[in-house]
């Protein structure tokens, strides 16, 4: 594509939302993404108001020879690639939530994070199926799958979506719902962003008055008992329950408590969908087989509190990261991991992270999305902070190595809201029969390619 054909007064001139671009005094701030490592140099930016925004944008893009990329905060935005003949339309100024605690029900803008969210259904005792992270957009998370504290109760979130507002690549404001563009509703729903600019998602709330969960922390030495001691008993869990365990060094920030700043580290998370009780009888196993802990902060939640249980951070910071999804964590796979990340092995990384899946995420329903379920035990994560570029590329390397080390018991498909490198095979997230559903409906709703996404669906060249 050229741009050379791009007006940006004619832009201008088409939105109320303000157009930002390259030299301009705002420029840096609009192409910043959350993601601080992602540095995005688009032929211009959009921050949209709303549909008759992305509908005009749209229609320049096509007619400029521009592709448009839909960006809602940026958690993600690592993905893109390069965006030198793109237009960067970002919807954070789309924040609108509604809840209707009758109908347990919400409606998003497609800017919204998923901390006012939580906080509004919370108050009617409702819960949301948002991920680790408050500050996380709605729309991307869930175009992508959607993996959180309720997963293996409840599924991922994309099938808990009842419908999807969209502009597609021709300018058309769509509905997509199981009735209604029932193609698109399918993809939308843990396919990916490359069908159009999400402008709102409708979507399921489920009851939780009080919940139990939170962090146990051990020092990094005792990462191979603590890791096979918690597959143990997570295999042993009901699916209101869902954990992770994790390798860590925190970095030394006042926030961070302590004992636990700058040294290994190995945490195992958890969230109970019950009373404290309960939840406590659930987890004294682990605290059995395992050695004292340097730090105990489990106790009660309210629904809320699940968006910030992970203690991810509040603020933009800089990550890149690698994933994989694993069949089994047998002894061998949890020594491989150690012997890459964890306490001796000289790592780089801020977290290498197993989240565990199963339950209703192992269970495709009737009239799921698609992604629908993860075949796999186990979702492992990777990230580090690239604080310069001889540490960037000490962590790209680690990065390699840490899903290197665990090939032997990696499933054959990957889940796209981790996939978080630019140039990534989509193909490589889906399997054969899916990517070739997505690509003949991408062909169908936009054959020029002008919608881009992190992992897009690239049309064979004619």
């Given amino acids: 594509m050229t741009t050379a054909s791009f007006d940006p007064a004619a832009l201008r001139a ?5 157009v930002a671009l390259p030299g301009e005094p705002e420029w840096d701030a609009a192409r910043q993404a959350w993601n601080l490592a992602a540095d995005q140099h688009p032929a211009a930016v959009l921050h949209a108001t709303g549909p008759d925004d992305v509908i005009a944008a749209v229609g320049c893009a096509r007619r400029a020879g521009l592709r448009v990329a839909p960006q809602g905060i940026g958690h993600g935005a690592g993905a893109l690639g390069p965006l030198d003949d793109t237009l960067l339309l970002r919807t954070t100024r789309m924040t609108h939530v509604e809840v209707d605690a009758a109908a ?5 803008e497609a800017g919204a994070a998923w901390e006012p969210v939580a906080r509004l259904a919370g108050e009617h005792d409702l819960a949301a199926l948002h991920g680790s992270s408050g500050t996380v957009g709605v729309a991307g998370y869930t175009l992508g799958g959607g993996l959180g504290w309720l997963a293996r109760q409840h599924g991922l979130a994309s099938e808990a979506v009842t419908a999807i507002e969209l502009v597609t690549a021709d300018g058309r404001l769509r509905r997509a719902t199981a009735e209604q563009e029932p193609e698109l509703f399918w993809a939308l729903r843990g396919g990916g962003g490359s069908f159009g600019v999400v402008t709102a998602l409708e979507f399921e709330l489920f009851p939780l008055a009080e919940a139990y969960g939170g962090g146990i922390f051990w020092p990094g030495e005792h990462a191979t008992a603590v890791m096979r001691a918690y597959r143990e008993w997570a295999a042993t869990l009901p699916d209101s329950v869902s954990t992770t365990v994790r390798l860590l060094r ?13 040294v290994p580290i190995v945490d195992v998370g958890l969230v109970v969908a019950g009373d404290a009780a309960s939840g406590a009888e659930l987890v004294a196993p682990l605290l059995a087989a395992t050695p004292p802990p340097l730090a105990n902060r489990v106790g009660p939640l309210r629904a809320p509190d699940l968006a910030f249980v992970h203690g991810d951070p509040e603020q933009p910071v800089p990550g890149v990261g690698h994933h994989a999804l694993l069949r089994e964590l047998p002894d061998a796979a949890i020594d491989a991991l150690v012997a890459v990340a964890g306490a001796d092995s000289g790592s780089p990384l801020l977290s290498c992270e197993l989240r565990q899946l199963g339950g209703a995420l192992g269970r495709r329903a009737p009239g799921s999305g698609a992604l629908g379920a993860l ?3 186990f979702a492992l994560y990777g990230v580090g902070i690239p604080a310069g570029p001889e540490v960037a590329q000490a962590v790209q390397e680690r990065l390699d190595a840490v899903v290197e080390a665990v090939a032997p018991w990696q499933a054959p498909t990957g889940y796209l ?18 990517h070739a559903r997505l690509l003949a409906l991408k062909r169908e709703v936009d054959p020029e390619g002008l919608i881009v996404s992190g992992h897009a669906l690239a049309l064979p060249a004619a």
């Fill in 104 to 108: 347990r029900r919400a409606r998003v």
């Fill in 417 to 434: 809201n981790f996939a978080d490198r630019p140039g990534g095979d989509s193909a490589d997230l889906f399997d054969g029969a899916t």
């Fill in 250 to 262: 925190l970095p030394p920030f006042p926030q961070v408590p302590e004992p636990l700043r700058n």
């Fill in 375 to 377: 075949d796999a035990a």
């Fill in 14 to 18: 088409a939105v109320r939302g303000p």
